[in-house]
Protein backbone atom coordinates (compact mmCIF):
# COMPACT_ATOMS: atom_id res chain seq x y z
CA UNK A 1 0.00 0.00 0.00
CA UNK A 2 1.55 3.81 -0.66
CA UNK A 3 2.46 5.42 2.22
CA UNK A 4 1.69 8.95 2.91
CA UNK A 5 4.70 10.75 4.46
CA UNK A 6 2.77 14.11 4.84
CA UNK A 7 0.27 12.24 7.65
CA UNK A 8 1.45 13.01 10.77
CA UNK A 9 1.86 10.15 12.64
CA UNK A 10 3.88 8.53 9.65
CA UNK A 11 5.96 12.00 10.07
CA UNK A 12 6.24 11.67 13.58
CA UNK A 13 7.48 7.60 13.14
CA UNK A 14 10.05 8.17 10.55
CA UNK A 15 11.43 11.03 12.45
CA UNK A 16 11.69 9.37 15.72
CA UNK A 17 13.54 6.42 13.56
CA UNK A 18 16.27 8.52 11.98
CA UNK A 19 16.70 10.08 15.42
CA UNK A 20 17.14 7.15 17.08
CA UNK A 21 18.96 4.92 14.13
CA UNK A 22 20.67 7.59 12.58
CA UNK A 23 24.51 7.90 13.29
CA UNK A 24 27.51 10.06 11.88
CA UNK A 25 28.56 8.88 8.33
CA UNK A 26 32.21 7.50 8.50
CA UNK A 27 34.89 6.78 5.58
CA UNK A 28 37.56 4.53 5.10
CA UNK A 29 41.17 6.00 6.61
CA UNK A 30 43.18 7.65 4.53
CA UNK A 31 46.61 6.17 3.37
CA UNK A 32 49.60 8.41 3.10
CA UNK A 33 52.95 8.85 0.56
CA UNK A 34 54.61 6.91 2.88
CA UNK A 35 52.19 4.23 3.89
CA UNK A 36 51.65 3.46 0.24
CA UNK A 37 55.37 3.06 -0.22
CA UNK A 38 55.20 0.59 2.37
CA UNK A 39 52.69 -1.04 1.32
CA UNK A 40 54.32 -1.43 -1.88
CA UNK A 41 56.73 -2.52 -0.40
CA UNK A 42 54.85 -5.85 0.90
CA UNK A 43 54.24 -7.06 -2.56
CA UNK A 44 56.69 -9.27 -4.85
CA UNK A 45 58.09 -8.66 -8.12
CA UNK A 46 56.05 -11.18 -10.43
CA UNK A 47 53.39 -10.15 -12.27
CA UNK A 48 50.89 -10.02 -9.68
CA UNK A 49 53.17 -7.96 -7.79
CA UNK A 50 54.00 -5.75 -10.76
CA UNK A 51 49.87 -5.19 -11.27
CA UNK A 52 49.06 -4.38 -8.01
CA UNK A 53 52.25 -1.92 -7.42
CA UNK A 54 50.53 0.15 -10.44
CA UNK A 55 46.82 -0.61 -9.04
CA UNK A 56 48.35 1.19 -5.83
CA UNK A 57 50.33 4.17 -7.33
CA UNK A 58 48.29 5.14 -9.83
CA UNK A 59 44.85 4.78 -7.55
CA UNK A 60 46.72 6.88 -5.00
CA UNK A 61 48.50 9.38 -7.53
CA UNK A 62 45.36 9.52 -9.77
CA UNK A 63 43.11 9.77 -6.60
CA UNK A 64 40.88 7.45 -8.63
CA UNK A 65 37.40 5.90 -7.46
CA UNK A 66 38.14 1.76 -7.80
CA UNK A 67 35.87 1.49 -10.80
CA UNK A 68 37.95 4.19 -12.12
CA UNK A 69 41.22 2.44 -11.73
CA UNK A 70 39.87 -1.23 -13.34
CA UNK A 71 37.62 0.53 -15.77
CA UNK A 72 40.53 1.72 -17.69
CA UNK A 73 41.21 0.59 -21.33
CA UNK A 74 44.36 0.63 -23.69
CA UNK A 75 42.80 3.02 -25.66
CA UNK A 76 39.58 4.87 -26.34
CA UNK A 77 36.64 3.04 -27.39
CA UNK A 78 38.39 -0.59 -26.55
CA UNK A 79 35.36 -1.54 -24.46
CA UNK A 80 31.67 -0.60 -24.11
CA UNK A 81 32.25 -0.36 -20.23
CA UNK A 82 35.54 1.42 -19.86
CA UNK A 83 35.76 4.11 -17.93
CA UNK A 84 38.91 6.35 -19.29
CA UNK A 85 42.65 5.55 -20.73
CA UNK A 86 45.85 6.97 -20.35
CA UNK A 87 48.15 8.83 -22.54
CA UNK A 88 51.52 8.99 -21.99
CA UNK A 89 53.87 12.30 -22.17
CA UNK A 90 56.98 13.21 -21.25
CA UNK A 91 56.49 14.63 -18.43
CA UNK A 92 53.72 11.98 -16.85
CA UNK A 93 50.35 10.01 -18.00
CA UNK A 94 47.10 11.92 -18.27
CA UNK A 95 43.97 9.48 -17.70
CA UNK A 96 40.72 10.64 -19.28
CA UNK A 97 38.15 9.67 -17.11
CA UNK A 98 34.16 9.34 -17.90
CA UNK A 99 32.53 10.07 -14.59
CA UNK A 100 28.99 10.39 -13.49
CA UNK A 101 26.70 12.09 -15.67
CA UNK A 102 29.00 10.84 -18.73
CA UNK A 103 30.79 13.57 -17.86
CA UNK A 104 34.59 13.86 -18.58
CA UNK A 105 37.66 14.73 -16.46
CA UNK A 106 41.26 14.57 -17.14
CA UNK A 107 43.47 13.45 -14.33
CA UNK A 108 47.21 14.18 -14.32
CA UNK A 109 49.74 11.75 -13.03
CA UNK A 110 53.53 13.32 -12.85
CA UNK A 111 56.25 11.28 -12.79
CA UNK A 112 57.90 10.86 -9.36
CA UNK A 113 61.41 11.25 -8.50
CA UNK A 114 61.69 7.58 -7.62
CA UNK A 115 61.25 5.13 -10.20
CA UNK A 116 60.53 2.62 -7.64
CA UNK A 117 57.87 4.61 -6.25
CA UNK A 118 57.01 6.11 -9.34
CA UNK A 119 53.02 5.53 -10.72
CA UNK A 120 53.87 6.68 -14.53
CA UNK A 121 56.69 4.36 -14.66
CA UNK A 122 55.05 1.43 -12.63
CA UNK A 123 51.57 1.38 -15.25
CA UNK A 124 54.43 1.51 -18.10
CA UNK A 125 55.81 -1.49 -16.78
CA UNK A 126 52.78 -3.71 -15.78
CA UNK A 127 51.29 -2.75 -19.65
CA UNK A 128 55.03 -3.55 -21.16
CA UNK A 129 55.28 -7.02 -19.42
CA UNK A 130 51.36 -7.91 -19.15
CA UNK A 131 51.52 -7.03 -23.26
CA UNK A 132 48.27 -5.06 -23.02
CA UNK A 133 47.73 -3.27 -26.72
CA UNK A 134 43.89 -3.46 -26.37
CA UNK A 135 41.17 -3.36 -23.67
CA UNK A 136 41.52 -3.77 -20.02
CA UNK A 137 44.38 -2.55 -18.48
CA UNK A 138 44.15 -4.27 -15.17
CA UNK A 139 43.02 -7.79 -15.52
CA UNK A 140 42.98 -11.13 -13.81
CA UNK A 141 45.84 -13.67 -13.69
CA UNK A 142 45.72 -17.20 -13.78
CA UNK A 143 48.14 -19.74 -13.95
CA UNK A 144 51.05 -17.09 -14.38
CA UNK A 145 49.35 -15.83 -17.41
CA UNK A 146 47.02 -12.51 -18.25
CA UNK A 147 43.94 -12.82 -18.56
CA UNK A 148 41.66 -11.43 -21.19
CA UNK A 149 39.28 -10.21 -18.12
CA UNK A 150 38.86 -6.88 -16.60
CA UNK A 151 39.64 -7.01 -12.67
CA UNK A 152 36.86 -6.32 -10.28
CA UNK A 153 36.78 -3.40 -8.30
CA UNK A 154 36.15 -5.55 -5.25
CA UNK A 155 39.74 -6.67 -5.61
CA UNK A 156 40.71 -2.93 -5.20
CA UNK A 157 39.19 -3.12 -1.86
CA UNK A 158 41.05 -6.09 -0.72
CA UNK A 159 44.13 -5.44 -2.06
CA UNK A 160 44.13 -2.12 -0.04
CA UNK A 161 43.27 -4.11 2.87
CA UNK A 162 45.76 -6.73 2.87
CA UNK A 163 48.61 -4.64 2.04
CA UNK A 164 48.13 -1.94 4.37
CA UNK A 165 47.67 -4.45 7.11
CA UNK A 166 50.67 -6.40 6.10
CA UNK A 167 52.61 -3.12 6.10
CA UNK A 168 51.62 -2.62 9.74
CA UNK A 169 49.60 1.12 8.54
CA UNK A 170 47.80 1.76 12.11
CA UNK A 171 48.88 -0.38 13.77
CA UNK A 172 47.57 1.22 17.05
CA UNK A 173 44.37 -0.40 16.16
CA UNK A 174 42.63 -3.87 16.57
CA UNK A 175 42.95 -5.83 13.93
CA UNK A 176 39.46 -6.35 13.48
CA UNK A 177 39.51 -2.45 12.96
CA UNK A 178 41.96 -2.25 10.62
CA UNK A 179 40.61 -4.84 8.51
CA UNK A 180 37.28 -2.54 8.67
CA UNK A 181 38.96 0.99 8.41
CA UNK A 182 40.70 0.36 5.11
CA UNK A 183 39.64 -0.27 1.26
CA UNK A 184 39.43 1.14 -2.00
CA UNK A 185 38.51 4.49 -0.95
CA UNK A 186 41.53 4.85 1.30
CA UNK A 187 43.89 5.62 -1.93
CA UNK A 188 41.18 8.89 -3.16
CA UNK A 189 41.10 9.93 0.84
CA UNK A 190 45.19 9.79 0.52
CA UNK A 191 45.68 11.94 -2.05
CA UNK A 192 42.99 14.16 -0.98
CA UNK A 193 44.32 15.06 2.52
CA UNK A 194 47.96 14.53 1.97
CA UNK A 195 48.65 16.77 -0.77
CA UNK A 196 49.58 20.34 0.31
CA UNK A 197 48.31 22.27 -3.02
CA UNK A 198 45.61 24.51 -3.23
CA UNK A 199 42.57 22.73 -2.77
CA UNK A 200 41.26 23.95 -6.48
CA UNK A 201 43.85 21.42 -7.90
CA UNK A 202 42.82 18.55 -5.85
CA UNK A 203 38.79 19.28 -7.03
CA UNK A 204 40.12 18.86 -10.04
CA UNK A 205 42.11 16.06 -9.96
CA UNK A 206 39.27 14.20 -7.50
CA UNK A 207 36.29 15.25 -10.03
CA UNK A 208 34.18 16.86 -7.06
CA UNK A 209 31.74 18.45 -8.08
CA UNK A 210 31.99 21.33 -5.50
CA UNK A 211 34.48 22.25 -3.08
CA UNK A 212 32.62 21.09 -0.03
CA UNK A 213 33.57 17.68 -0.64
CA UNK A 214 37.31 18.62 -1.51
CA UNK A 215 37.62 20.44 2.37
CA UNK A 216 36.09 18.00 4.18
CA UNK A 217 39.32 15.97 3.49
CA UNK A 218 41.18 18.83 4.12
CA UNK A 219 39.85 19.61 7.58
CA UNK A 220 40.96 16.35 8.41
CA UNK A 221 44.40 17.07 7.08
CA UNK A 222 44.67 20.63 9.21
CA UNK A 223 43.46 19.00 12.45
CA UNK A 224 44.78 20.41 15.68
CA UNK A 225 47.23 22.38 13.82
CA UNK A 226 46.08 25.66 15.19
CA UNK A 227 45.49 24.66 18.75
CA UNK A 228 42.82 27.02 20.07
CA UNK A 229 43.36 25.66 23.56
CA UNK A 230 46.80 26.45 24.04
CA UNK A 231 46.33 29.95 22.16
CA UNK A 232 43.97 31.21 24.67
CA UNK A 233 46.74 30.18 27.43
CA UNK A 234 45.64 27.38 28.40
Known amino acids: ?23 VPTQKAAVAA ?20 AILLVGFAGGLRRSEIVGLDHGAGDTDEGLGWPEFLPGG ?3 RIR ?14 SSARTC ?3 SLEEWMAIARIVHGPVFRR ?51 AS ?11 QLGHATVTMTRRYQRERDRFRVNLTKAAGL
Open 1 to 23: MPIDRSDPHIREVLAGIRNKHSR
Open 34 to 53: TDIIAMTGTLDTGLVGIRDR
Open 93 to 95: VVL
Open 99 to 112: GKGNRWREVEIGRS
Open 119 to 121: PVA
Open 141 to 191: IAAKRVQIERLSDRYVARLVQRTAIAAGVRGDLAEGVRREAFAGHSLRAGL
Open 194 to 204: SAEVDERYVQR
